[in-house]
């Protein structure tokens, strides 16, 4: 069982930035695709970005690319998601997941979630 803990979200002004963080427990994490989704109330979760085990793989949702940038720190078990020019309409509650398929993009794991608030 792997269990994923998100940080650092919070509130930014449009135009803003900020990291997100994901620490998960376990050995299993390097071997993991681990990936970011966002969720608004009374939508389905969405993809955002996903990294391969090794990090030489990447996508990203066509909405957030060139603002975003996903990456991990496998010595400190950890996936980062950088947002630049954030817009309100980024504004969800982003979760990290682990154990992605990379043709499905469903994970395994999912963390509880943090709150990001652009404000216009």
């Known amino acids: 069982q792997v269990q994923l803990v998100e940080s650092g979200g919070g509130l930014v002004q449009a135009g803003g930035s900020l990291r997100l963080s994901c620490a998960a427990s376990?050995?299993?994490?390097?071997?993991?695709?681990m990936g970011w989704f966002r969720q608004t109330p009374g939508k389905e979760r969405e993809f955002v970005s996903f990294?391969?085990?090794?990090?030489?793989?990447?996508r990203t949702a066509d909405s957030v690319k060139g603002r975003f940038t996903i990456s991990r720190d496998n010595a400190r078990n950890t996936v980062y998601l950088q947002m630049n020019s954030l817009k309100p309409e980024d504004t969800a509650v982003y979760y990290c997941?682990?154990?992605?398929?990379?043709?499905?993009?469903?994970?395994?794991?999912w963390g509880q979630g943090t709150q990001v608030t652009v404000s216009s």
């Open positions: 997941a682990g154990d992605l398929n990379l043709i499905t993009k469903k994970p395994n794991y």
């Open positions: 376990g050995r299993a994490f390097i071997s993991y695709t």
């Open positions: 990294i391969s085990s090794s990090g030489v793989i990447t």
